[in-house]
């Protein structure tokens, strides 16, 4: 394994910090301003499309998709220290570049599982920038970290799916820009097969029947920038057969597919919000003084920075090596190591902008650091793409089997 960064990441890399520097970071309060005086908290602020355009006038756009024909044909293991990058900004940067979730994941699916007209339909829109998505998975009554638990019925009624449940935390489905869902729901309840009742439809968000009931706060926030989580009720709602996403019963396989490279991508990002996490406890540090002397000289604030950057490199190394074995042997002979980072980052990053908070006393829980905000996106990811102890238990299996 050569970790070693290549001519074109080294490229794209200085220019996407340059981007950072020059144009996202400088954008952040200014994006604040502005959706305050918006008419819906849920409006894009215009900054956001002058940093798309920008983007995309850099050709940093659409990192994400491995493909030249829809992405700009990066490895994961190149795209790795590009998304730790945009980490450093994860409400801004991932979407002026349009490679924030749920569209990847969603374009992801579509890109490999779509015919031909839903790819002209909705996925060259997603690729350009013009709608957002949202993926309908996760349900209210029912323990969701067990996907075959979900009850969404999608029947068949002649030339159409007829389309009945509840789900919620559902990303982006609060941005008027959201055109389309895709929904996961059971076609065979009854199937002897629990991982082949399952499968996903595309339902376009102004179809009667669907409604977006409310918008579902995480530890206070709304998480406008990524058009927030809603509550959304499918009451009998149709769709042509035409809608359905690869075939019946394979919806459980392509939610698998669509996870996988989603989890790396959020530990990329999470990496680089610990990197501003260091970078803000410092500058805390230095600017400080306590009982006579400089934070920066107090020994439990020394351990902390160390105790910070240690992790971070450990967690480094431990993404680039699953991006790596993603672009050599494939997503299932990387699965132990995405369910390993997937357990790892989010819990090590939490703890380090725990402590980026306690350094800041205060202002650490305040709007005018970025931390509690960054804090309550990295707990969610504990959450987010199978809880932590879902991972454990597949991947404590996997060492198991090895021994009986």
């Known amino acids: 394994m050569d970790f070693a960064f290549d001519a074109r990441t080294e490229e794209m890399r200085a220019k996407l910090l340059a981007f950072m520097d020059e144009h996202v970071?400088?954008?952040?309060?200014?994006?604040?301003?502005?959706?305050?005086?918006?008419?819906s908290p849920w409006d894009t602020p215009a900054v956001v499309e002058e940093l798309k355009a920008e983007a995309r006038r850099q050709g940093l756009w659409n990192l994400f998709l491995p493909g030249?024909?829809?992405?700009?044909?990066?490895?994961?293991?190149?795209?790795?220290?590009?998304?730790?990058?945009?980490?450093?900004?994860?409400?801004?940067?991932?979407?002026?570049?349009?490679?924030?979730?749920?569209?990847?994941?969603?374009?992801?699916?579509?890109?490999?599982?779509?015919?031909?007209?839903?790819?002209?339909?909705?996925?060259?829109?997603?690729?350009?920038?013009?709608?957002?998505?949202?993926?309908?998975?996760t349900e209210p009554e029912v323990a969701s970290s067990d996907a075959t638990n979900i009850t969404t019925l999608i029947e068949r009624d002649g030339d159409e799916y007829v389309i009945t449940g509840r789900k919620w935390y559902i990303s982006g489905a609060m941005n008027p820009d959201c055109r389309i869902f895709i929904v996961m729901g059971k076609t065979d309840p009854e199937g002897a097969d629990i991982r082949r009742q399952q499968s996903m439809v595309l339902v376009p968000r102004d179809t009667?029947?669907?409604?977006?009931?409310?918008?579902?706060?995480?530890?206070?926030?709304?998480?406008?920038s990524h058009g927030g989580h809603a509550e959304v009720v499918f009451d009998r709602v149709r769709v042509p057969v035409t809608n359905l996403i690869g075939e019946e019963g394979g919806g459980f396989a392509i939610a698998q597919a669509r996870l996988g490279p989603g989890r790396i991508h959020h530990c990329m990002r999470l990496i680089g919000m610990a990197e501003r996490a260091i970078e803000l406890m410092c500058r805390r540090a230095v600017s400080r003084t306590a009982f006579g002397k400089p934070l920066a000289?107090?020994?439990?604030?020394?351990?902390?920075?160390?105790?910070?950057?240690?992790?971070?490199?450990?967690?480094?190394?431990?993404?680039?090596?699953?991006?790596w074995l993603m672009d050599t042997v494939g997503n299932r002979g990387a699965h132990t190591e995405i369910q390993a980072i997937k357990i790892a980052t989010p819990r090590a990053v939490v703890d380090i902008l725990d402590r980026a908070i306690q350094l800041h006393g205060a202002g650490?829980?305040?709007?005018?650091?970025?931390?509690?905000?960054?804090?309550?996106?990295?707990?969610?990811?504990?959450?987010?793409?199978?809880?932590?102890?879902?991972?454990?238990?597949s991947l404590a299996r996997r060492e198991l089997k090895k021994y009986l």
């Not at 970071?25 to 008419?39: F, G, K, M, S, T």
């Not at 305040?366 to 804090?375: I, K, R």
């Open 208 to 224: 009667p029947g669907v409604t977006v009931e409310r918008a579902m706060r995480v530890f206070g926030y709304e998480d406008h």
């Open 68 to 137: 030249t024909e829809y992405g700009a044909g990066l490895t994961n293991l190149q795209y790795a220290p590009l998304a730790e990058i945009t980490g450093r900004s994860p409400h801004l940067a991932p979407t002026a570049t349009n490679c924030a979730a749920p569209d990847t994941g969603n374009m992801e699916v579509l890109a490999q599982f779509g015919d031909e007209a839903q790819k002209k339909q909705w996925l060259e829109p997603l690729l350009a920038g013009e709608i957002r998505s949202a993926f309908a998975m």
């Open 297 to 323: 000289r107090q020994g439990v604030v020394q351990n902390w920075i160390a105790d910070a950057r240690v992790t971070v490199e450990q967690l480094r190394l431990l993404v680039l090596k699953t991006a």
């Open 364 to 393: 650490g829980v305040s709007q005018d650091f970025p931390l509690a905000e960054l804090y309550a996106a990295a707990r969610t990811l504990m959450l987010a793409d199978g809880p932590d102890e879902v991972h454990q238990r």
């Open 25 to 39: 970071h400088p954008a952040e309060p200014v994006a604040e301003e502005q959706r305050a005086a918006l008419a």
